[in-house]
């Protein structure tokens, strides 16, 4: 059987990655016919089918999927390679890029590398808006940013920002209308505004602890969204009690637009890390990044 070149096994991966033969061929610089006739050409090669291929769709077939947790990302180390060769010229450069929630990209990210863009021009940050947990190897991020008791062992977690600690807020109108809370568990009663959790599709239970004693609560009410800043807009506007971060609310507290309940029972937890794989061969452009970030 004659030997797959790596323009055939980058082909492969692309569209694996990609799902799609048209995004993989503008990846490729190249036609979608062409990247077509290259993975027919390596599965007849290799005797096997290695995709999937629907109308809509392009998937890998276990054969593929084994094809692609090989070699994957060997690319991505080679990619890597080539990036740090950037620290022979005068200045940084290359893209990095980051995927994190809505919040914490106004709250922390932007603030903080704002400066680093302006020093360096030819540094440029993608940001990927995202609630859910993404696999940043898979999907070829360079970092995330998640709460730092979320991250997996094997990442490296780097403090981007202090200890947080959940609020449960309401409009005045609404706690003049309702009543305020004395307990996690009169909110029960109250018409609270639920957040749909993007990786496996249900509620987010709200979680509170006083003291070592933990409650979880299972809300209800008129309103669900999937984005924080809609769960704030929904508050403002008296649709019910909402529950986040306390740096969500931005100046809303402090201003008295938001009225804060239970604080009590809202304990600090680990804020906000930046993390990425422990074997990345980092660039010069992603240290900067790292570091602009770091508390």
């Not at 990442?155 to 307990?183: D, F, Q």
């Not at 009663?189 to 599709?201: A, D, E, F, K, Q």
Request: charged share 25%; net charge positive; glycine share 6%.
């Amino acid at each position: 059987m004659a030997k797959p070149n790596l323009n055939d096994l980058l082909a492969f991966v692309t569209v694996a990655r990609e799902g799609s033969f048209t995004r993989a061929a503008a990846q490729l610089g190249v036609t979608q016919s062409a990247v077509s006739q290259v993975l027919s050409a390596l599965e007849a090669r290799m005797r096997i089918r290695l995709l999937t291929r629907t109308t809509r769709s392009v998937a890998p077939t276990p054969a593929g999927e084994r094809l692609l947790r090989a070699i994957g990302h060997r690319f991505d180390e080679i990619e890597a390679e080539l990036e740090a060769i950037t620290e022979l010229r005068d200045k940084p450069a290359g893209t990095v890029r980051i995927t994190s929630a809505d919040g914490v990209l106004r709250t922390t990210l932007l603030p903080k590398l704002a400066p680093l863009m302006h020093q360096y021009p030819d540094i440029h940050i993608e940001f990927d808006v995202s609630y859910g947990f993404r696999d940043i190897v898979a999907d070829r991020f360079d970092a995330g940013v998640r709460l730092g008791e979320a991250i997996d062992r094997d990442m490296i977690a780097v403090p981007i920002g202090p200890k947080l600690s959940m609020a449960a807020v309401a409009s005045p109108a609404y706690w003049k209308k309702h009543g305020e809370p004395r307990t996690p568990r009169d909110l029960l009663s109250h018409r609270c505004i639920n957040i749909r959790l993007p990786t496996h599709g249900g509620f987010y239970v709200w979680e509170f602890e006083r003291r070592g004693q933990e409650q979880n609560v299972r809300v209800e009410g008129q309103v669900v969204c999937n984005a924080s800043h809609h769960i704030v807009d929904a508050a403002l506007q008296g649709l019910g009690i909402a529950y986040l971060p306390e740096d969500e609310f931005g100046s809303h507290i402090k201003e008295g637009r938001l009225v804060r309940v239970l604080e009590s029972w809202c304990a600090p937890f680990p804020g906000y890390h930046l993390y990425y794989p422990s074997r990345r061969q980092s660039s010069p452009a992603f240290r900067l990044v790292v570091e602009a970030l770091r508390l």
